[in-house]
Structure formats: C-alpha cells, structure tokens
C-alpha cells in the first residue's frame, strides 16, 4: 500500500472517530435530565364540600432545574397522573383538579414513573344548619335537640348509651359526631363520654353520677356551632 493510500486511511479512521465521538457528546448533551422529585401546590389544599381547587405539580430534576409538569394518562416524563386515595372523600381529574365530595382528608398523589409527590386535602362542610344531639345512629329523627333546648337523657346508674352529632350542609344530612368535640364537666368525674374521634358516642353514667350537662362544639372555619345534652341521673 502507498504512503498516500494509508495516509487517506488513516484520515477516514479519525473522521470516523471524531464523528462517533461527537454523536454521543452530543447525544448526552440533549438528554432530558432525570425528575427527582414532584413538589404539590398548594401544599394542604383545603376545599369545600361540592366545590374544586385546581393543583399544580412541579418537577425537579437531576441538573437543579424545575419545570411544570402537566396532568394526563402516560404518567412518564413530564406528565403525571394524579389520583385519590378516598374517592368518597375527593376526586381529582386528569388536569389535577380536585373536588371535595364529603368531610374528611385523601392523600392526592402525582407520579411520574416511579417518582411521586403527596399532600392532603382536606374537605371541610359548607353552610352547616339544624346541628344537633340524637340518640341512637345517625340519621335519626326523634330524641334529638333542637336549637337551643338540649336533649336529655334520664339515665340510670351504670348505664351506657349512644348518641350521635349531625347537622345539615346544604340540604344533605352529615354525621359531624367524629369531628364534634364532647365535653363533660371537669366535676362530673362519674359521667363518660368518648370525647369525639367515634361514631356513634358512647357516654355513661356510674356510681356516684349526679346530674350534669354535656357540651357538643362543631367548629368550621367561620363559627362555632353547639348543643346540650343534659344528663338526668335517675
């Protein structure tokens, strides 16, 4: 082979290195930088029974840089899927609307691959009206109190009964007994109730109980809401 011919050949060889090398330079060069993590706006969403509040998802990525990332089904790249872990409590669309369906909190997720963001949403009742104390479950209509006359209970000694809390948001019947806060008398150290948290509340009276009066607060974000329940020991 000439000096000439192995010259061209030896130049063919860098070219073709030269241009491999460029390919993958450039090839990493205009790679999307890997999503880290998925940031939730806002945080601690709080929305209305029957009312929406739009989310945003924001993703941070491998290089230090944040961009938007957009609600849809492929749930990769810069789109996220989002969704509810209590659809009874609230629903969220493709487009990370959410929407609040009864009182109560949901996880609401956005993923992305394998990486996602959470908050909590919170549901909070609208316009309550008529809140009162009834014996039994919820949904009764007798035995209850209304308005400002208390419910009585004439109770004998070590007996235990059952009452629930409920109020009306707009139109619909809600049981408020969980979120409702029981308060019995510091005095009245004979007379139990669960003190929220269940539903329905148990109260009871024990040896030693003289009569006394239990105070149901319901608090929303504007007022406070309250009823009586007179305990008549017998």
């Known amino acids: 082979m000439s000096s000439r011919k192995s010259k061209l050949h030896l130049i063919g060889a860098f070219a073709a290195l030269a241009t491999l090398a460029l390919g993958v330079s450039c090839k990493g060069f205009f790679q999307n930088p890997t999503l880290t993590t998925i940031t939730i706006d806002p945080p601690t ?3 209305g029974q029957g ?5 945003t998802a924001t993703g941070t990525f491998q290089d230090g840089t944040t961009a938007a990332l957009t609600g849809g089904t492929s749930c990769s ?6 969704s509810s872990s209590d659809t009874t409590t609230a629903t969220i669309s493709t487009g990370g609307n959410v929407t609040g369906i009864a ?3 949901a996880t609401i997720t956005a993923a992305s691959g394998a990486i996602t963001g959470t908050t909590t ?4 009742l609208n316009n309550i009206t008529n809140f009162q104390i009834c014996e039994g479950t919820f949904g009764a209509t007798s035995s209850c109190s209304s308005g400002s006359t208390p419910l009585t209970w004439n109770a004998t000694l ?14 619909e019947l809600v049981d408020l007994t969980a979120s409702s806060t029981w308060t019995v008398p510091s005095t009245a150290t004979d007379v139990t109730c669960t003190n929220g948290g269940t539903s329905p509340e ?13 105070v149901v607060t319901y608090g929303t974000t504007t007022t406070t809401l309250s009823a009586t329940l007179n305990v008549v020991v017998q």
């Open 45 to 47: 969403p709080s929305v």
């Open 51 to 55: 009312a929406t509040q739009q989310l």
């Open 77 to 82: 790249g810069n789109t996220v899927c989002w």
């Open 103 to 105: 009182a109560g909190t």
């Open 121 to 124: 949403a919170t549901v909070v």
């Open 158 to 171: 070590n007996e235990e009964q059952t009452f629930i809390a409920q109020g009306s948001s707009n139109g």
């Open 202 to 214: 148990t109260c009871e009276v024990t040896t030693g109980a003289t009569n006394t009066s239990v």
